[in-house]
């Protein structure tokens, strides 16, 4: 059974920047894909960017690529999302996940993924 715990959320100026982190414990880093997701009343949860397989191959949603960057670290088990540009409708509840199953649709929708962190909320003042 693998834990993920996200931080680093917060209340920020429209502009600014923010790292989220998210730690995995509890289980193997190993996954066919780890993600970010957000998420705001009302709306499905909405893929924001992402790793397939254990290695380094990253993707993001179109929307978000330039200013949303994903990194990880292996040895900390650890996954980052560094958040530039912060526009107000990036106003979202965060969570990362983590798939342990296979899938042929890319990992972008949420019910590809097994584990799910409890989230952080990010919001962005204008």
């Known amino acids: 059974q693998v834990q993920l715990v996200e931080s680093g959320g917060g209340l920020v100026q429209a502009g600014s920047s923010l790292r989220l982190s998210c730690a995995a414990s509890?289980?193997?880093?190993?996954?066919?894909?780890m993600g970010w997701f957000r998420q705001v009343p009302g709306k499905e949860r909405e893929f924001v960017a992402g790793?397939?397989?254990?290695?380094?191959?990253?993707y993001y949603a179109d929307s978000l690529k330039g200013r949303f960057t994903i990194s990880r670290d292996n040895a900390k088990k650890t996954m980052y999302l560094q958040m530039n540009s912060l526009k107000v409708e990036d106003t979202a509840v965060y969570y990362c996940?983590?798939?342990?199953?296979?899938?042929?649709?890319?990992?972008?929708?949420?019910?590809?993924?097994?584990?799910w962190g409890q989230g952080t909320q990010v919001t962005v003042s204008s």
């Open positions: 790793y397939r397989g254990s290695g380094s191959s990253t």
């Open positions: 996940a983590l798939a342990r199953l296979p899938s042929g649709s890319g990992y972008t929708s949420p019910n590809e993924y097994t584990y």
């Open positions: 509890g289980g193997t880093f190993w996954a066919y894909a």
